[in-house]
């Protein structure tokens, strides 16, 4: 039975909770409807779309004037990703920022007004808004509007649109097509929202701050920076025409109708799952079929003694993922999001899929027959001392690739491409002793780094649960993240029988599976500037000031600001000693709360030695930016202003 399920800012886990879905479409051929009326504006005010393809939940959304003014804050977005009508003071161009979930993870996504009309946001717009002016769109929040006049925000968009033909004529959407003030409904997978659903678009900073699109429907990579030639192309795939993507929608509404209660979840389940339902649920070896699957997700979703959510949740509109349209029955990465009673999100899985079977879309599960996750996370620690100072920063960027011990596979090679398509091995894993590990362990040199040779003498393993890659500092661990940017977020991961990889596995025909990063870390010199949160004085004087009996219980607070931006902040510990895991006594206290807030209060319950006012004490605040990338900050207070190996003395 499935016991743990992924917290809003916690780490995912390969073996967390996985659920497989149900489908339900109401009409044959996907359930295709009528797109209801763009959003209109009146003279003097504004109006638009939220959109990441699927509708972003519970968005907000922001405005400036041309001088930095704030227009209009805390705007409510509708559940179809509309907002209408804000009143527009003050003087144009008009900056636009608007955050909310897109699957389980929080994003912010930013556009322009000239005026007062129609103002899409999206991360077509978001990226209009960077190559107009060279900057990243969150800077221009926080100050000058910089170059937001129409004709460089013109030159973007033609720049853009050059890179997305292929994209644009698959959806059909006209090769002049206006990311902005053009039509967009958002969850109708038609149109401009097609379009969305096609490309995954970021933005980050390496020498200079850059656009980079993946293909969704296709093949390729685009980079894209302000004033440079575009790097990489983008090529639909030959069969994306005859695939309507409408359908996914009614399907994920019909998920929700089914998870009303149990009646509803035993009667459907089995019936509306594909065929090639498959989902890891713990152990070496996934639950297999419609009838395993959903007896497992109906008795997981019911069972709220042990973490079950209970019914009556829903599935917010997916975001979309690659897709595999080689076969008679295509296939698609989506979002796996549970929105639960009192409004907070749920992630239930990563490299969850959808497949349509004779025309109508169902829910797959895993689009792997082997379970492989593959995740970056950044870190930041720094130590305060005694007057409230910060006397010491420290970062760090990592990789984890989980890749599941399934029974017979003893090896498993990871590797990305670089800007000319060649093949950049980043590690290799092994099985861990002769037990039934879930995962399989890096293969790593005896000074803990990792092992790019399988047979190297030298190497070792050094755990049943070894899965982290800690990156180089400066340019060695820069190359890797550089390769994500120009060669596309994609790793391979090819799978071996004999533990030096040399006989290749097969694992449901295949020997090899593509799996998409989440997220990539910031270059070493960009690291400094990334968005991280700044305790207030209140936050600082209450980690200095806290103390704690043995048994005694109190509640901390704090509260912190960003330079930049907004990360996804979602869960707090506050810890009495460095060795704080999961279940450590030195763990006094945790809490969770939403990615949007920007303060935590933290029931403290002390069951070791009483804490002084004098002794360690750390707050670590768990996130992730809007690509997944895990995000980790943590504040230790030392009184004497710590070091920089041992942090406190």
């Known amino acids: 039975m499935v016991k743990s399920v992924t917290k809003p800012g916690a780490p995912r886990l390969l073996m967390g909770v996985s659920m497989a879905g149900l489908t339900l479409l109401a009409a044959c051929g996907g359930g295709d409807s009528v797109d209801p009326p763009a959003p ?247 639950a297999q079929g419609a009838a395993d699957v959903a007896d497992t997700m109906c008795d997981f979703i019911g069972n709220t003694d042990d973490e079950g959510p209970g019914w009556g949740v829903s599935f917010l509109s997916p975001t979309l993922g690659r897709c595999d349209l080689s076969n008679a029955d295509p296939v698609c990465r989506v979002s796996f999001v549970l929105k639960l009673a009192d409004g907070s999100l749920e992630s239930i899985g990563e490299e969850m899929a959808v497949v349509r079977e004779s025309g109508t879309w169902k829910f797959k599960g895993e689009i792997n027959p082997i379970a492989i996750r593959a995740n970056a996370t950044v870190q930041r620690t720094q130590t305060i001392d005694s007057a409230g100072a910060v006397t010491y920063t420290r970062y760090s960027r990592a990789f984890q690739f989980d890749v599941q011990a399934y029974a017979g596979v003893e090896c498993a090679k990871v590797a990305q491409r670089n800007a000319s398509g060649g093949e950049v091995v980043l590690a290799y894993f092994k099985r861990y002793g002769s037990g039934t590990p879930e995962r399989l362990s890096a293969w790593r040199t005896a000074f803990y780094e990792v092992a790019t040779n399988p047979t190297d003498s030298a190497g070792v393993i050094h755990g049943a649960d070894d899965t982290w890659i800690q990156l180089p500092e400066g340019s060695a661990g820069d190359a890797f993240i550089r390769n994500f940017y120009v060669g596309g977020r994609t790793i391979t991961v090819s799978l071996y029988g004999d533990a030096s990889c040399a006989t290749p596995f097969a694992v449901g025909g295949k020997t090899e599976f593509d799996v998409d990063m989440m997220g990539v870390p910031p270059l070493s010199d960009r690291m400094q500037t990334f968005s991280w949160p700044t305790l207030t004085a209140s936050g600082i004087d209450q980690l200095r000031s806290l103390s704690l009996a043995h048994n005694a219980s109190t509640t901390f607070q704090a509260s912190w600001t960003f330079a930049r931006g907004h990360t996804g902040f979602g869960q707090a510990s506050v810890c009495s000693d460095g060795n704080c895991g999961q279940g450590s006594p030195a763990r006094i206290g945790e809490a969770n709360f939403p990615a949007s807030a920007q303060s935590v209060s933290v029931a403290l319950t002390n069951s070791g030695t009483a804490l002084e006012p004098g002794d360690y004490k750390m707050l670590a605040l768990y996130g992730r930016t809007g690509e997944g990338m895990a995000v980790q900050a943590s504040f230790i207070y030392c009184a004497d202003g710590g070091d920089q190996v041992g942090l406190c003395h």
Do not use: W
């Open 40 to 286: 209109q504006a009146t003279a003097s005010s504004l109006s638009g779309s939220v959109a990441v393809g699927a509708p972003m939940a519970d968005a907000r959304i922001r405005i400036l004037d041309s001088t930095g003014a704030e227009v209009a804050a805390n705007v409510g977005v509708d559940a179809s990703g509309a907002f209408s009508d804000v009143p527009l003071t003050g003087t144009g161009p008009y900056r636009i920022e608007a955050c909310g979930h897109a699957g389980d993870n929080y994003r912010c996504v930013y556009s322009v007004a000239q005026g007062a009309g129609v103002a899409n946001v999206t991360p077509l717009t978001t990226a209009a808004v960077l190559l107009a002016t060279g900057v990243s769109p969150e800077l221009l929040m926080s100050g000058t509007g910089g170059s937001l006049d129409a004709a460089s925000l013109a030159s973007a968009q033609a720049q853009l649109r050059q890179g997305l033909a292929s994209v644009l004529a698959d959806a059909g959407v006209p090769s002049d097509f206006d990311f902005i003030s053009g039509a967009l409904v958002a969850g109708t997978r038609t149109g401009y929202d097609r379009v969305l659903d096609s490309v995954g678009v970021t933005t980050g900073e390496a020498d200079e701050p850059f656009v980079q699109i993946t293909p969704r429907l296709g093949t390729g990579n685009l980079y894209l920076e302000a004033g440079a030639a575009t790097q990489g192309t983008l090529t639909v795939d030959s069969n994306a025409g005859s695939v309507s993507l409408a359908g996914i929608e009614t399907l994920f509404k019909n998920m929700s109708q089914s998870m009303q209660s149990e009646a509803t979840c035993r009667s459907s389940l089995p019936g509306l799952l594909a065929a090639s339902a498959s989902m890891s649920f713990g152990g070496p070896m996934p």
